[in-house]
């Protein structure tokens, strides 16, 4: 079967592949421990899904606007205003079918052939294919080596007469590093100077452990304002994975063609969500308050733990949930006669033999890692670390 040039340049999601796996393998009976899932070990709080249930029970069950239900928009403007010190209004503001359609129809809105959009390595899975549906090409700035931060000197190298925009993740998946606010003025500074675009990824923004502290580039540095698209949803912080409700923040004209892009796909996000978003926006952060200890528990336990497994050595994180941690030292090794050649041989080891479930470090553009999701109760999470260290030990 031929298929079109477009979609032969992407490929599946590996993070949804091993996900799969994981999930057939359960299946099966297996009693896999799950350290793949970017979601957190809880269920949506009933305050949030009271928005639903009354949206239900009251008839809200019909299309809204393309670009969200109004109140809904004036909600995240007045969350902007406060979390973020940025002023938004409601013709700024596109909700979306997760933070994966916000970043695609500002991506389609703005990039083509010809274009470069600058991708910090280790990235999410989508930002690269993406980037590639709409014909612009990514370029990659590796910071595996400068403990996950940017190296401005190669950022600076990155950027050509073609880079149209940036992407940044901070807090990052995969690797939970939040971006220092100086990293993040002079990459503002820089932006400004060549006028690009810069989109911000912020879903993670609220599962944040002190000292650490979020800033937006455009808080920094207000003059990138009206070059800056801010892209934030319910998801990770508030349990909501299933629901997806997304959002984007930019220029009136961009959010405009944007929701263009919108409209001729999905069209608006489901009502019974966007009711629900809005109870998350009125009291969710009580939720998230509530689970950051148990979160901070579980991060902390994961760092000794990974720190006592001879060969491996953690960049610490400071933010999401997931920890990406080098497994170099155990590549090439063999189990049973078979050498394990690279991360994704080793997962799968790991899943088959030992039933623990985490994602290869290629699948983010950084071989000679895995990701480890430590959202499972912390009781589960014991069990698969230990997994871990048995099936890492048992290589020759």
Not at 1 to 20: D, G, H
Not at 244 to 264: C, D, F, M, N, T
Not at 353 to 382: D, I, Q, W
Request: with cysteine; charged share 20%; glycine share 6%.
């Amino acid at each position: 079967m031929k298929f079109s040039e477009n979609v032969q340049q992407i490929n599946e999601s590996e993070t949804f592949a091993f996900f799969a796996k994981m999930k057939a393998k359960i299946r099966q009976g297996a009693d896999v421990i799950p350290l793949v899932a970017g979601e957190l070990d809880y269920t949506t709080p009933p305050s949030i899904s009271k928005g639903a249930i009354e949206a239900i029970d009251e008839g809200f069950t019909k299309y809204t606007v393309n670009s969200g239900i109004l109140e809904l928009r004036e909600s995240i403007c007045q969350k902007l205003q406060k979390d973020n010190s940025l002023i938004y209004q409601p013709d700024q503001i596109l909700v979306s079918n997760g933070v994966k359609q916000s970043l695609f129809n500002i991506l389609f809105a703005l990039c083509g052939k010809g274009d470069e959009v600058i991708i910090l390595a280790p990235y999410w899975p989508s930002y690269p294919s993406m980037v590639k549906m709409t014909g612009a090409t990514p370029v990659y700035v590796d910071t595996s080596d400068t403990e996950f931060r940017p190296s401005i000197e190669r950022f600076k190298n990155a950027i050509t007469d073609r880079t149209k925009m940036v992407i940044i993740n901070s807090p990052n998946n995969p690797t939970g590093i939040v971006y220092k606010k100086e990293t993040l003025t002079t990459i503002a500074e820089i932006v400004k100077e060549h006028d690009l675009w810069l989109m911000s990824d912020e879903i993670y923004e609220k599962i944040i452990f002190a000292p650490a502290v979020h800033y937006t580039p455009s808080q920094l540095i207000p003059e990138i304002h009206d070059k800056t698209i801010v892209v934030n949803g319910f998801s990770k912080s508030y349990a909501m994975t299933g629901w997806r409700v997304g959002y984007a923040a930019g220029p009136e004209e961009l959010i405009k063609k944007a929701g263009v892009v919108q409209s001729h796909t999905t069209s608006n996000v489901c009502s019974i969500a966007q009711k629900a978003a809005l109870k998350a926006l009125d009291n969710g952060d009580d939720f998230v308050n509530q689970i950051l200890p148990d979160l901070k528990e579980q991060y902390t336990y994961t760092t000794e733990f990974l720190h006592s497994i001879p060969g491996i050595k953690t960049t610490d994180p400071s933010g999401a949930f997931y920890f990406f941690f080098p497994v170099h030292n155990y590549i090439k090794k063999k189990f049973k006669g078979k050498v394990i050649e690279n991360t994704t041989e080793l997962a799968d080891y790991l899943m088959d033999e030992h039933n623990v479930a985490l994602v290869p470090g290629v699948a983010f553009g950084t071989p000679g890692y895995l990701r480890l999701s430590y959202t499972v109760k912390l009781e589960r999470l014991k069990i698969g670390l230990e997994k871990i260290k048995a099936g890492l030990l048992a290589l020759e």
